[in-house]
Structure formats: C-alpha cells, structure tokens
C-alpha cells in the first residue's frame, strides 16, 4: 500500500489516466456543473449544501469517505435540506469508501469539496489540481511542512491551469470583517501595531475504542481508531490551533498584510480525555519585520462555566478596536469615537461557495492558495514551538522536514507514534 510520500507524488502520475474528467472550458449558464464531496463529516455535508445552493445547475454526483457508514449519514443529513434533494445524484456507485476514493470522486466532476481530515488535504488538492478540477478546500491545508508546500506548488499550478481554488477560511468573504480590515488598511487607528487572537472554547467530542466497537461490530483496528478520532491526533489535524485556531491567526495576517518572521509558543495538555496527543492550550507571541507582534492565545478545556471567546484585539498608533464575529463586539475606537458596521450581515460560509461558483460559471479564477497555505504555516511554525520549546523562524518552519505521515495509508498500517510531545525533549526536525 502506499506511502504518504507516494499519494503526495504519485497523484500527478496518474492523473492523465482519467477517463471522465475535461480539460474545463467556461461552462454556459445553463450548463450542470458536476460536484464531487470528499468527507461527508458535518463540516461536508454542510459544504454540499451550500454549494448546490450557490449554483441552480450544480448537481452533487460522486461522494468519496474512509466510511460507508459515515458517508450515509452524510448524504441522509444532505437530503433532508429540500431546496437541494432534488440535485443529489449520487448513486451506490457513485459512492467510494476508502483511502482512494478521492481519485474515484476527481475523476468524475467539475467541482471538488475538499472536507476530510487535514492531513489528506494536499494530495487530494494536488490530485484535483492535475485532473483540472476546481477546488473548494477546508481550512488548515495540511499538517506539516512538506504539506504546506505541496499545497504552494499546486496553487502555482492552478493558476496556470486558470483554475479556482477558494479556501474555507471563510471570515475573509465576511462583509462586516471585509469593511473593518478595509478601515485598519485605510489607517483609520493608525499603524497597527499590536493584536491578540483569541479563542477560548469547550472541550471536543471523543469517540471510545469501545463505542467505535458498537459501530463497526469489533475492535477496530489503531488505524481505524485514529481516522474515527482524528482530532485527536497531531498528524490527521495539526492539533487544535492549526485545525481551529487558523482562523484568527489568518484575520492577523489579513490585517497586517504579512507573515512573521519568528515564533516562541508555550502550550500543553491537562484536561484531554485519555486518547491522541494533541494539547489542549497554545499561548504564541510571533513576531514581525515591521516589528508588530501578533499574541495568540487559545484553549479547549472541560467544564459548564468555562470562558469563552473568540475573536481578535487589534491596537493601533491612534486606536484600537475588536474583531469578532459577535456584532457587538465588532467596533474600532478612535479617541471618544467608535465606528461599529452598519451594514448587511452576510453568510460568510455561503458566500464562500457563491465566490467559487460565480468564478467557474464567469470564467474568471479565484485563487486562494497562498494564503490559505501560508496560513496554516502560521498556525503550524507555533505547534512547532511549543512542542520543542524552541522558538521557531518562518524560514525554519517553510523548510521543516518533519513528515507526519503514517507508515501507509491502509487499516492495517502503523499510524506515526501517539506520544505526547514534551518541550525541551522533542526535537526539532
């Protein structure tokens, strides 16, 4: 069975072998746009929706998961929103299980919905990109350095193959979050300076060796338990701040129009259930040439009466203001001022998919690929940091060597170890 390295290299290989896929012309107006949906998890199913409502002939026909039962529940779950039912074609055969079943859905569609766990992002995205699929792609886009360049390389090649690729880090198509950055762009507080990223939750679900057991009628096997559990373990997720936390950590990078140079990052684990070895809290300070910081604080822990917020603090040479998708909260304050957004709140998560829609039907590509890339490399140079104790350059973590990937990509492989990493003892690769 193949090797992480080989689905990241192999996929170009074999992407002229496919019987089914176009060479993709502008499409007419009333012309069907197939959609294939890779990960029919919740955050998937959604994504399916949304993107058959963002276009009246776009018809979901393929569905690729690790699961058969995962994918059921997925496309039951699509089929009870009615103003889509009608455009799922999506029959058993149409229906691939397994770690191959991106290539089975790519071959077959105009459009590709990228929802799996992380990790498989860049070779599914590499795979699209090759067989000149359009992609929408969930945030982060990998998991480790070699994932975050191959993601750079296919965007480069996206756009010589005049493809779109739009991202799911979806506050960026927010309209209330377009008009704040657009002000802070303006200089209306001034240089910024400084911000703080926040994003204080609740604890995840966990899935039981013993409850997946009741599913699947037997043990599952480690890789099974891993794939079912996967936020659980670094190399499917990246860890929380990568898989969540981008989020904010990308708004930081919107706002300054820049990556940064250096990151120290504490952070470790005291309230995870007895499974993976992902941490539960982060706290970065990452530096920048301009010499602004970014601080970055994040936490997922048990309890009813935990605080929770997320959101950003921006401070500036003449202001300050609040970034946050409570509309309250969202405000700039400019001495006794404070501007607040007075427009129409959209649905950022639709209007991800309009965007994409909209550029394959217009002919004119949208490619979010470096950015989406580069931030996820923020998120993962401060789980480099704190997992080492060391702190970490941009250079450093573009060129890092570590390789997440498991022994091979089959039920039976070796998933990578589960250890948790202690700082000043893990080393840096």
């Known amino acids: 069975m193949p ?17 089914t896929s176009t060479a993709f012309a502008v499409p007419k107006s009333d ?9 029919a998890g919740g955050r998937g199913s959604k994504a399916a929706v949304q993107a058959l409502r963002a276009d ?5 026909v393929a569905v690729g998961e690790a699961f058969k039962d995962r994918l059921e529940v997925g496309l039951n779950s699509i089929k009870t929103n009615k103003d889509v039912a009608d455009r799922l074609d999506v029959p058993p055969e149409r229906r691939y299980v397994g770690f191959d079943a991106y290539k089975q859905v790519i071959d077959q569609v105009d459009v590709v919905l990228l929802a799996t766990p992380p990790q498989f992002r860049p070779a599914h995205l590499r795979y699209a990109v090759d067989n000149k699929t359009h992609v929408f792609a969930e945030k982060p886009v990998a998991v480790d350095a070699p994932g975050v360049r191959s993601v750079l390389e296919s965007t480069r090649l996206a756009k010589q193959r005049n493809l779109s690729i739009v991202s799911g880090l979806c506050l960026r198509y927010y309209n ?27 604890q995840i679900w966990n899935r039981t060796r013993e409850s997946l057991a009741k599913v699947i ?14 936020y659980h373990f670094t190399w499917l997720c990246g860890d929380f701040n990568v898989e969540q936390h981008v989020h904010f950590l990308d708004v930081c990078a919107w706002v300054l129009k820049a990556y940064p140079t250096r990151c120290v990052c504490m952070g470790g684990r005291m309230t995870r259930p007895n499974t993976g070895n992902i941490y539960d809290q982060f706290g970065a300070v990452y530096e920048y040439a301009s010499g602004a910081k970014v601080y970055s604080n994040c936490r997922q822990v048990r309890g009813r009466n935990v605080y929770r917020n997320i959101g950003c603090d921006v401070m500036g040479t ?5 970034i946050s998708e409570s509309h309250s909260k969202n405000h700039l304050t400019i001495g006794d001022k404070r501007w607040q957004f007075a427009g129409k709140h959209n649905d950022f998560y639709q209007t991800e998919h309009d ?45 890092s060597k ?6 091979g990509y089959h039920w039976k492989a070796e998933p990578p170890s589960a250890e948790v990493a202690v700082p000043g003892v893990t080393p840096f690769v």
């Open 176 to 202: 209330c979050f377009e008009e704040t950055v657009k002000r802070l762009h303006d200089g209306e507080i001034g240089d910024v300076v400084a911000l703080q990223a926040n994003d204080y939750r609740g």
């Open 402 to 407: 570590e390789d997440l990937s498991p022994s």
């Open 318 to 322: 003449k202001g300050s203001g609040v």
């Open 3 to 19: 090797t992480r390295r080989q689905f990241l290299t192999t996929t170009g290989a074999t992407a002229g072998l496919a019987l």
């Open 56 to 60: 009246p002939h776009a018809e979901l």
């Open 31 to 39: 012309q069907t746009l197939r959609v294939g949906l890779l990960g």
């Open 217 to 230: 009628g037997r043990a599952p096997t480690e890789m099974e338990y891993q794939m079912r559990n996967w």
């Open 355 to 399: 965007v994409l829609f909209n550029a394959v039907r217009q002919g004119n590509p949208v490619n979010n690929g470096q950015y989406m890339a580069h931030s996820t490399l923020m998120a993962i140079m401060a789980r480099m940091s704190a997992y080492t104790g060391r702190a970490i350059t941009w250079e450093q973590a573009l060129n």
